[in-house]
């Protein structure tokens, strides 16, 4: 048996351990809910650009009534965002520093850590302004109730201003969201 097994090892076979099982099943785990989670976050997204033609026509009073129905239900596939960004950081973390399946994973953290960024500096703020003096739930409400500094200058603006940057940066949002799930889906299939 030892004999057999040192020839097989030569031609690159090796014995499969108990504890290299456990690991593999592990990382496997670790890659579907990786997968699952971006999915989930990139479906937000997607769901926000394909209203994009119909809200363009919308005047403003059907506009702004029709933007009070995200917040309750958008919540919650809004955690599958930051939990997707951490389960991404950790698959690049365990993923060996070679090969394109490493350089897709750290792409793809990178297109959702982007896909963050325009949440924050083109979405937030205008949610802030807009629902400043909606009825909200209590954590909606305290959500956006932090002070994005834009209040007084938006006072002036057009609200077409503020529908145009809502829109065009969840398109934004969605491109980099289907790139982040592409390329992990590249990497984990690799």
């Not at 994009?52 to 917040?71: E, M, N, S, V």
């Not at 939990?83 to 490493?102: D, M, N, R, Y």
Request: charged fraction near 15%; charge should be positive.
């Amino acid at each position: 048996m030892g004999l057999r097994l040192a020839k097989l090892e030569r031609f690159g076979f090796r014995r499969v351990t108990a504890s290299a099982n456990a690991e593999a099943g592990a990382m496997w785990l670790l890659k579907i809910v990786t997968v699952l989670l971006v999915a989930a976050a990139m479906d937000m997204a997607l769901a926000h650009a394909l209203e994009l033609p119909g809200k363009l026509r919308l005047p403003k009073d059907q506009y702004l009534a029709a933007q009070a129905i995200y917040y309750p239900g958008f919540r919650f596939g809004g955690v599958a965002e930051p939990l997707s960004i951490a389960a991404v950081t950790l698959l690049a973390f365990l993923t060996p520093p070679v090969g394109a399946g490493f350089w897709l994973t750290v792409s793809a953290c990178i297109a959702l850590l982007l896909t963050h960024a325009v949440y924050w500096i083109g979405i937030y703020p205008v949610n802030s302004f807009w629902l400043r003096d909606i009825r909200l739930e209590h954590a909606i409400r305290a959500f956006f109730a932090v002070d994005s500094g834009v209040g007084n200058r938006f006072e002036s603006a057009e609200w077409t201003y503020f529908r145009d940057r809502w829109e065009y940066s969840h398109l934004a949002r969605a491109v980099l969201a289907v790139a982040a799930f592409v390329l992990l889906v590249t990497a984990v299939t690799r």
